[in-house]
């Protein structure tokens, strides 16, 4: 038997439903994936009147009896991670199938959830690496110069990337001085001999910089009807397309201005 009367009670699950709409937001789920999996969780619980509001940058869960109880959280940084996403799915499932769980359980279940990773840093870099001079062999990177400098310069743009978040909770700022970096790269190694043109290093090192899940994340939103979040997330993509096309751009005229050549 559910403890619905119970301020407090209901208070804990508004905070767990908070945590986990948290957690879905800031690891890239969709918004209307968000909102059906905070409903369902305080529905399993007896709390049939929660409404909730959620954007890429917020969550609030309120409800509309006379108590008035609401909670916010605003999500400042956000990234892809598929794998805690699939394992909040889980956990929800288990919540709403399993009344007996309580919820210092389900908070300790959830806070191991936001600490994982499904692979080590170092297995993240070396096939972000692959993956990008493999790219730049399908697009006509047919040396092994070009497959092993893409492959290194690659990994060390991530790496850079990665730093930067931490310190700066602005992705297109990451992206441009990644992508400067990048295209800086494929120019001076291109001066040096090792490349005979920067094209194939630039196209597939970029390759991991481009926000490719959140453009269709953003698509699949305006079809669902959450025209806020879609547009959000529509914009947030343009912007960092617009900052990978500054950082290669500002370093290729200025190579072209002091005499250089694709």
Known sequence: MFQVEEPEYKKNILRLALFIGELMLSNGAETYRVE?????????????????????????I?????????????????AINLGRI?????????????PNMTVKESMDRLKQIASFKAYPTWINYMFTGIGSASFAYLVGGN?????IL????????????????????????????????????GVIL?????????????????????PGVPFIKGVRDLIAGDLMSGVVRFFDATI??????AGVGFVLEFWFRVGGRL
Not at 64 to 74: P, W
Not at 143 to 147: G, H, L, R, V
């Open 150 to 185: 893409t492959f290194m310069v690659s990994m060390v743009a991530q790496f850079v990337y990665d730093q930067l978040i931490k310190i700066s909770y602005i992705p297109s700022f990451c992206c441009l001085v990644a992508s400067i970096l990048m295209a800086g790269s």
């Open 240 to 245: 960092i397309f617009i900052s990978i096309a």
């Open 190 to 210: 291109t001066e040096m001999g090792f490349l005979s043109t920067p094209k194939m290093l630039i196209v597939g090192s970029i390759m991991p910089l481009l």
């Open 62 to 78: 309120s409800d509309d009896r006379f108590d008035g109880y609401s909670f916010m959280k605003t999500i400042n940084r956000r």
């Open 143 to 147: 040396s092994p110069f070009d497959f």
């Open 36 to 60: 059906d999996t905070i409903k369902r969780i305080c529905k399993s619980r007896g709390f049939n009147h929660v409404n909730v509001f959620t954007t890429p940058t917020v969550v609030i």
């Open 86 to 98: 699939a394992l909040i799915n889980d956990f929800s499932r288990d919540f709403v199938k399993n």
